[in-house]
């Protein structure tokens, strides 16, 4: 019994310093030093010396105002399109805006109010005067350019080429007088040459000869 106890005796003394050895073999971490007051302020003034305004890097002016000098990049591109692109370019925003001015303007032309209805029957109107006033402002040589570049698709000749058939009517129809269809034959075969009485009366007249008879 007493060499029992002695031996849990060493072993608690074993682990004991197996634990002291483990406590000891581990690194310290070494403790920051403090920073000097101020010292903060000198590391922001140094990273603004070392990285100047990004602005004088990239070619960017400081002043916003400086940059209405600089002529607009979309601008320059328009002015290397040929005339007629630029026309047409125009002329298909117009007509984009006419098109979208049109669509609301029947898509709720019943279920709008009445100054939400008279507003877009005012947008749609006036759509189609930006385009008449747009096509009326063009010089002639504007003109001609946009004419042959909208209006300029070749004719489809290829069944008059393949069956040998001129390419305008010989023949023009007659204009014709448009028939009159409540004008009966009876009456145009009737004569009344003979009927030499006077139309009198008014409509109760009429009426009460109708109901008499």
Do not use: W
Request: with cysteine; net charge positive; hydrophobic share 25%.
């Amino acid at each position: 019994m007493a060499k029992s106890n002695e031996l849990v005796n060493n072993l608690f003394v074993v682990l004991s310093l197996l634990e002291g050895i483990s406590m000891t073999d581990r690194p310290s971490t070494p403790n920051k030093p403090a920073q000097k007051p101020g010292q903060n302020s000198a590391r922001r003034n140094n990273s603004r010396r070392r990285y100047p305004n990004k602005n004088q890097g990239s070619g960017k002016p400081n002043n916003p105002n400086q940059q209405n000098a600089n002529p607009n990049p979309n601008q320059r591109q328009d002015n290397k399109m040929p005339l007629v692109d630029r026309i047409y370019e125009k002329y298909q925003n117009l007509l984009e805006q006419h098109l979208i001015a049109r669509r609301k303007f029947h898509d709720l032309f019943y279920r709008a109010d009445l100054p939400q209805k008279n507003k877009l029957e005012r947008l749609f109107y006036s759509s189609i005067k930006e385009i008449r006033d747009f096509e009326a402002r063009l010089n002639p040589v504007e003109r001609e350019l946009f004419e042959k570049r909208n209006n300029g698709l070749t004719l489809d000749l290829t069944y008059s080429s393949l069956n040998a058939e001129a390419l305008e009517a010989s023949s023009q129809p007659i204009s014709l007088e448009p028939s009159d269809p409540h004008y009966m034959q009876s009456q145009k075969n009737a004569s009344y040459s003979d009927d030499s009485e006077e139309s009198v009366g008014c409509k109760a007249d009429y009426e009460k000869y109708k109901m008499s008879h």
